[in-house]
Nanobody
Framework: QVQVVESGGGLVQAGGSLRLSCTASELFFENYAMGWFRQAPGKEREGVACSARGRGVTYYADSAKGRFTISRDNDKNTVYLQMNSLQPEDTAIYYC????????????????WGQGTQVTVSS
């Protein structure tokens, strides 16, 4: 059974940084596109970034471009999201998700999800 587990969330002041980690098991990790999504209270889940083998990385959220960096370590079955210059509007539950081969921006296109990790940015 595929398991996806996120970690690294927490409370940080505006301007600070966090690094989220996501580990996926029971799948051939390097063949899977790994995406980060976030959902703020009362809002829809939105794609933040995705990494896929041979296709580089894609950033979906305009607010993430230039501040967030997605990377992956296939040997560790882990994908990371480095978040810098965090702002209160980045406050959300951050989810990691997996789908076969190709990144997509829609949450509905992903097959496996983690439980999410809370990120709270205070002003």
């Amino acid at each position: 059974q595929v398991q996806v587990v996120e970690s690294g969330g927490g409370l940080v002041q505006a301007g600070g940084s966090l690094r989220l980690s996501c580990t996926a098991s029971e799948l051939f990790f390097e063949n899977y596109a790994m995406g980060w999504f976030r959902q703020a209270p009362g809002k829809e889940r939105e794609g933040v970034a995705c990494s896929a083998r041979g296709r580089g990385v894609t950033y979906y959220a305009d607010s993430a471009k230039g501040r967030f960096t997605i990377s992956r370590d296939n040997d560790k079955n882990t994908v990371y999201l480095q978040m810098n210059s965090l702002q209160p509007e980045d406050t959300a539950i951050y989810y990691c998700a997996a789908r076969y081969l190709i990144c997509r921006s829609r949450a509905a296109d992903y097959d496996y999800w983690g439980q999410g990790t809370q990120v709270t940015v205070s002003s």
